[in-house]
């Protein structure tokens, strides 16, 4: 009895896998079909909540946004047949007709402008990608800010809202209606007011820095290091001796303890109900929606309004965070819900997905009912999870495509067999330039991934981190020597001499061991890009920087176009180095013991420990000078060695722990701007270069580096506009010395063999862009050199009319 | 010692404390439960007369320990994640959001993720949350727009009615729940376990008799030398090595598709070929055992070929000890094997366990602990009251004396 019971369990076990397995393999393999391998995971496709690559590699192809890009890389439109930009305000006329499919294939409902300003709610809604409306859409910032306001439960917290302190002390926005600015202050029984600014306390910087401090460390005390922030620089609010706050006005000092017990008894207490009227007026003016700038004029005008006339905002349309979404759709479903199934998504994009095992693989098949069908060649793109990235996996990789079951692959060096074939050839004469193999192209990258990697020089290592933090941040150094190390980063020749004494050559040697063999291709001599901007004449940003270059150096333009141009290293310049080495030994001799130490925050694997020691050996022994007949060391590099782990780099690298760090910057929209912006106090790499807490009168170079950038762009004009961007950038590394540009992963020349149809793919480093298949072809057998270089020639004959 | 080092050791201390409340409070309240039922059982009733069964006992007291192994297990999971940073969750973007909303926006993140509250209050959640009665649960919200301020409020679109609320997931499948995944994922490891298991007995049983039967011939021998290559090989290595036959060998496609059966099979063997000689050595060994019995020696007596000796009278026996295994391997199978699943790129349990921790996705983190924990302590625990029941040498009795 027992026995039939198993064996008809078993049948059915089989059977089940049996009808799953028949029901689909017939459909497959019909049409155009492309396989590639895939690394990560996407987790969700709500693109209203993300922005990661791994993501966008699957919902880009889903949804389609105002406009896209063509194989050239300018912008066309898309769901938007055209606009029109009057200074602040962009009308968008969308395409009639575009239906919202179901993931079965059934039209849900028609794309209208509306959708667009749903999916504007939703993605103001996410820290991860709102970033990229808060810097484009009128009152999208201060809508967000008002919106956390009236979240807020106590006074306490109302008072530590961004909101609340914008208001207290003048935010600009605020000032502009007239406001007088009402600062906190101490009463008698401990209680913190607002009144007026004649009675307001205040606090000299080292208040400021340990209530900032305090407040990032505990992540608790915000009203505290937001009250502190709100503070001018008097001295009522002072650290006594042991180290505690304490308030001159107050009749006891406030202990860590006590502050705690203020921050609860936070009270709002208007002094005048004029200022509290205003208040709410404010807050009312923001927290409406209907003043974001956004607006559906009717069901296919669009119209965005902009904070400034910012030309490249057409640009950032290639997010996901402006593709559209249907608000009846997402109520159904819920937000949270949306994009995580293949049915809780909704499509108007050139593909559908079909499958989605994650850890598994990822299918798309055409949508036959999109708007531009004939553009889309692909059927079916099968996606499938492999790990590409571990160097032992690309001999496996290369059987694959040889196999059939892939549609492409990039030649690795580290596998021999592979690279013998396809580059070297039996006889060993082809070079990655050349490859043996017809079937092996070279395959160049201008912008790589477009995310541009700098050195920093951080003249303000925060020693407080590690201090506060002893179990996330970890330093080697002690805090004098970090101390020290900033004193001498403060140096502008000692910054000079690290600039033109990393020889960046032989580290990218040392590094980089995988796929490259000119590991020298990665290296970008300039912060922005090649090919990332371009004029109305096609004259690229670096072609101006060049000119720029030119000019400071008395040199001819070709001669600095050599030097700046991406691939090889064309700021070394080891003389200079000890020229600028010896001024700064000069300089800090009398007040400096040497060598200085300088931590590097490096990575944490033991190849890149290894690679990190090296580079540092040389650079260490680049910067000694000679002094007397003496060989001085001024300043020791030392590689961070209590960094082991993942987290570690990731803290020490993100809360800019050492002097030296690495990090780099993908844009957001095509403008150098989005590069450059970052080096300023506000920009995002304020803290790591050391720069987010200086003034004016004690960095003039920065305040200069700001001015040059403002300037630029306040240009409209895009030869003007790239011109004076390219200035900054020479300014920000060769004049202020704050950042070495290193590297640009992805590009240079590699050699791959692909079946798909080169020349034919969208451009572009912002967006989605790259991760559409729309235009794509992909042929039966690769495609051969020869042909490659035709498509080629027709390509380049086309970007003239283009 | 430092004020953090200080703040460090006063939260160890919290952990320790908050652990040995759970540990208490678990063993108290089942404790409890079974001192009731002890209590009811003195008066003489069927409650009593089924209570006094060893069986019932036994069972009783082994359901018991799994349960308070489950509890321990939830809360040192639990425990050890909270220790881990949580930089993790926003240090993607946080560079990219304006200064003066970065603050805002790690509150937002850590709220978001359930890491703003106290840990013993995070705990008891989880603990409410994770007890099996109906709960309902908003699972996902959208947008309204306040007619009056204009403002837009999140309203709750989708109410759900769920048993054991694991969350939802952070990283892996954002917000999708933890439930969900589960289901999703041990679907596909336990079909494809299932027919490994069943292929392993189908094959394992007859090769142990065979090895049994014709002791120290080659079939013995060649089983002999299988089961120790086997166990001494890393199972990585020869995973690979079988990927690599039956690619380059025999052309196959070693992507898993679920939709494909042909894709089925390399993995399936690979399975088979890892687990067959462990049933098969002890299959073999139990039965070298029983050979030398004396009932064996009867039946050849009586004339009995060999087959029917071996399979019908000696495997009989020598299956007893065996039989712990079958249901403790038939359940194994639901968690997939992390190796196989890997290479192939199998969408299964094993997995998803590994990525969820590299990724710190919590929830799920926890979901998958619990779930490996209440499969592994139950597995064992029917096994052993399999063996048990089939056993007589076994006397659950034996106690009461």
Redesign the interface.
């Given at each position: 009895m027992s026995k039939r019971r198993l064996s008809s369990l078993m049948v059915f076990a089989l059977s089940a896998v049996a009808l799953s397995a028949c029901s689909c393999s017939s459909k497959a393999n019909r049409g155009m079909t492309y396989t590639a391998l895939y690394n990560y995971d996407a987790t969700t496709l709500n693109y209203m909540d993300t922005n990661k690559a791994e993501n966008s590699e699957v919902f880009a192809s889903l949804v389609d946004g105002l406009v896209e890009t063509d194989k050239y890389g300018s912008i066309k439109p898309a769901l938007a047949t055209s606009w029109e930009q009057e200074g602040k305000k962009w009308t968008f006329h969308i395409r009639e007709g575009v239906k919202w499919l179901k993931s079965n294939g059934k039209e849900y409902a028609t794309v209208k402008a509306q959708d667009w300003v749903t999916s504007l709610q939703y993605a103001l809604q996410s820290d991860e990608i709102n970033y990229l409306i808060t810097m484009f859409i009128e009152n999208s910032e201060e809508y967000i800010l008002a919106t956390e306001y009236a979240a807020a439960q106590t006074d306490a917290e109302r008072v530590s809202t961004t909101f609340f302190q914008a208001f207290a002390t003048g935010y600009d926005k605020f000032k502009a209606s007239g406001f007088e600015v009402v600062l906190p202050t101490v009463g008698q029984n401990g209680n913190w007011y607002y009144g007026s600014i004649d009675t307001g306390v205040a606090a000299g910087k080292e208040a400021t820095d340990a209530g900032k401090n305090a407040y990032e460390l505990s992540g608790s005390s915000a009203p505290l290091y937001n009250w502190y922030m709100s503070l001018t620089e008097e001295d009522d609010v002072y650290v006594d001796a042991e180290g505690n706050w304490a308030f001159k006005n107050a009749t006891e000092s406030f202990t860590g303890e006590h502050a705690a017990e203020a921050e609860t008894a936070v009270e709002i207490e208007w002094e005048t109900t004029q200022a509290q009227d205003a208040f709410n007026a404010a807050l009312a003016e923001y927290s409406d929606f209907d003043n974001v700038g956004v607006k559906a004029v009717d069901d296919y005008t669009l119209e965005y309004t902009t904070y400034a006339t910012q030309n490249y905002f057409i640009s950032a349309l290639l997010h996901s965070a402006y593709y559209p979404a249907n608000a009846d759709f997402i109520e159904e479903v819920g937000f949270e819900n949306f994009g995580t199934t293949i049915d809780k998504m909704l499509y108007c994009g050139p593909h559908m997905l079909k499958t989605w095992d994650i850890e598994s693989q990822v299918v798309l098949t055409k949508n036959k009912k999109y708007w531009d069908a004939e553009n889309v060649h692909l059927d079916t793109i099968k996606l499938i999870k492999y790990d590409t990235s571990n160097s032992s996996n690309y001999g496996w990789v290369r059987t694959q495509y040889e196999q059939g079951l892939i549609d492409g692959f990039n030649v690795s060096s580290s596998d021999t067999d592979g690279w013998t074939k396809y580059v070297t050839g039996s006889d060993g004469t082809g070079t990655i330039f050349d490859p043996a193999h017809g079937d092996a192209y070279s395959n160049e990258s201008e912008m790589g991934t477009g995310s541009s990697y700098l050195l920093f020089l951080n003249r303000n290592f925060n020693y407080s981190w590690v201090e506060n933090y002893p179990n996330l941040m970890k330093t080697s150094l002690t805090k004098a020597e970090v101390a020290a190390g900033n004193k001498a980063l403060a140096n502008l020749n000692l910054r000079k001499a690290l600039v033109y004494g990393l020889d960046r050559s032989y580290a990218q040697e040392a590094n980089w061991a995988d796929d490259y063999i000119n590991k020298d291709q990665y290296l970008s001599n300039t912060y922005v890009p090649k090919e990332f901007a371009v004029d109305e004449n096609g004259k690229d940003y670096v072609e101006y920087y060049a000119e720029v270059y030119a000019e400071k150096n008395n040199m001819t333009v070709a001669q600095a176009a050599e030097k700046t141009a991406p691939g090889q290293d064309g700021i070394t310049n080891l003389t200079k180095a000890k020229q600028f080495m010896t001024a700064a030994y000069n300089e800090l001799k009398d007040t400096m013991t040497f060598p200085i130490k300088l931590e590097y925050a490096g990575l944490w694997d033991a190849d890149s420990i290894s690679y990190d020691t090296e580079m540092i050996a040389k650079w260490n022994n680049d910067l000694k000078i000679t002094v007397g007949g003496d060989t001085v060391q001024v300043v020791e590099i030392v590689r961070n060695s209590n960094i082991v782990t993942e987290m570690d780099y990731l803290y020490a690298s993100n809360y800019s722990v050492g002097h030296l760090t690495i990090m780099g910057w993908g844009p957001d929209y095509a403008d150098p701007l989005t590069y450059l912006d970052t080096l300023t106090r506000a920009g995002a790499f304020a803290s790591f270069a050391g720069i987010d807490v200086v003034t004016d009168a004690q960095d003039p170079l920065l305040a200069q580096y700001e001015a040059l950038v403002a300037a630029a762009d306040d240009e409209s004009e895009p030869s003007k506009r790239l011109e004076k961007f390219a200035e900054a950038e020479y300014f920000a590394i060769y004049e202020d010395a704050m950042v070495i540009p290193w590297y640009i992963p992805g590009r240079g020349t590699r050699v791959s063999v692909s079946k798909i149809v080169p020349y034919q793919a969208m451009k572009g480093a912002v967006g989605c862009v790259a991760n559409k298949y729309k235009f794509i072809e992909v042929r039966k057998t690769a495609i051969s050199r020869a042909e490659r270089e035709e498509l080629k020639a027709a390509y380049e004959a086309g970007k003239g009319e283009n | 010692m430092?004020d953090?080092?200080w703040e460090?050791m006063t939260l160890l201390a919290e952990y320790m404390f908050i652990a040995m409340i759970a540990l208490l409070l678990g063993t108290f309240v089942i404790g409890t439960i079974c001192r009731i039922i002890t209590k009811f059982m003195r008066k003489d009733n069927w409650f009593k007369r089924f209570f006094s069964r060893p069986l019932v006992v036994y069972t009783i007291r082994r359901t018991k320990s799994a349960l308070i192994t489950i509890v321990l297990v939830a809360t040192a999971t639990f425990l050890l994640l909270r220790m881990l940073?949580d930089?993790?969750y926003?240090?993607?973007?946080?560079?990219?959001?304006?200064?003066?909303?970065q603050?805002?926006?790690?509150?937002?993140?850590?709220a978001k993720f359930g890491l703003d509250k106290p840990v013993i209050e995070q705990l008891l959640d989880y603990y409410y949350n994770i007890l099996p009665f109906k709960k309902s649960i908003c699972?996902?919200?959208?947008?309204?727009?306040d007619p009056i301020?204009?403002?837009?409020i999140w309203k709750?679109?989708?109410y759900k009615d769920v048993y054991i609320n694991f969350g939802?997931s952070l990283?892996?499948?954002?917000?999708?729940l933890v439930m969900d995944i589960l289901y999703e994922r041990a679907a596909v490891s336990f079909?494809i376990g299932?027919?490994a298991c069943?292929g392993q007995i189908i094959i394992g049983y007859p090769l142990g008799v065979l090895m049994a039967s014709k002791k120290d011939k080659f079939i013995d021998k060649f089983g002999k030398v299988y089961s120790v290559l086997i166990d001494a090989i890393p199972a990585i290595v020869y995973y690979f090595l079988i990927m690599i036959l039956f690619?380059?060998v025999f052309?196959m496609?070693t992507?898993?598709?679920?939709?494909?059966?042909?894709t089925?099979i390399v993995p399936l063997i690979s399975l088979l070929i890892a687990g067959i000689p462990g049933i098969a050595i002890w299959v073999r060994r139990y039965m070298v055992d029983e050979v030398s019995s004396d009932y064996v020696k009867f039946a050849k007596a009586k004339g009995l070929s060999k087959n029917r000796i071996m399979f019908v009278h000696v495997l009989r026996n020598a299956i007893v000890p065996l039989v712990r295994t079958i249901p403790t391997a038939f359940i194994f199978s639901l968690l997939g094997s992390y190796y196989v699943?890997k290479i192939y790129?199998?969408?299964?349990l094993g997995?998803?366990l590994i990525?969820s921790i590299n990724q710190q996705d919590n929830p799920l983190v926890q979901g998958l602990v619990i779930i490996f924990a209440f499969v592994s302590t139950f597995a064992y625990l029917i096994g052993d009251i399999t063996t048990a029941l089939v056993d007589p040498r076994v006397s659950l009795a034996a106690k009461e004396d």
């Open positions: - | 430092s953090q080092q460090l940073p930089g993790i926003y240090m993607s973007y946080i560079n990219k959001i304006p200064v003066e909303r603050a805002a926006a790690i509150a937002s993140a850590r699972v996902s919200q959208s947008l309204v727009q301020s204009k403002a837009l709750c679109s989708e939802t990283v892996i499948r954002k917000n999708v079909v299932l027919i069943l690619q380059r052309s496609t992507f898993f598709d679920r939709y494909d059966m042909s089925w699943e790129s199998i969408p299964g997995q998803t990525n």
